[in-house]
Nanobody
């Protein structure tokens, strides 16, 4: 079992930055690929970024890869999503998720989810 707890969301003006954190607990947490998804009102949940168990393999979706980055600190069992130059269209609930194999875009492929953290970007 892996438990995931997100933090770091909030209200920010356009152009600002936030760093989201996902704290993982469970003896095998460091073995998992970790991913960030987001879901805006009325839209499907979409993959934003992922990092493999070692932290050396990363993926950031094209629409944000010039502004967002993902990293993990296995000593702290924590994954981060750094978001710069935020835009109103980044407004969403951001979720952390975990699966043993490499990332996919399908939420149903992930075994564990956090409760989500709201990010609101004002114009």
């Amino acid at each position: 079992q892996v438990q995931l707890v997100e933090s770091g969301g909030g209200l920010v003006q356009a152009g600002g930055s936030l760093r989201l954190s996902c704290a993982a607990s469970g003896s095998t947490a460091s073995r998992y690929t970790m991913a960030w998804f987001r879901q805006a009102p009325g839209k499907e949940r979409e993959l934003v970024a992922a990092v493999d168990y070692s932290g050396t393999g990363t993926y950031v979706t094209d629409s944000v890869n010039d502004r967002f980055s993902i990293s993990r600190d296995n000593a702290k069992n924590t994954v981060y999503l750094r978001m710069n130059s935020l835009k109103p269209e980044d407004t969403a609930v951001y979720y952390c998720a975990a699966r043993l194999n490499w990332a996919t875009r399908k939420p149903e492929d992930y075994n564990y989810w956090g409760q989500g953290t709201q990010v609101t970007v004002s114009s």
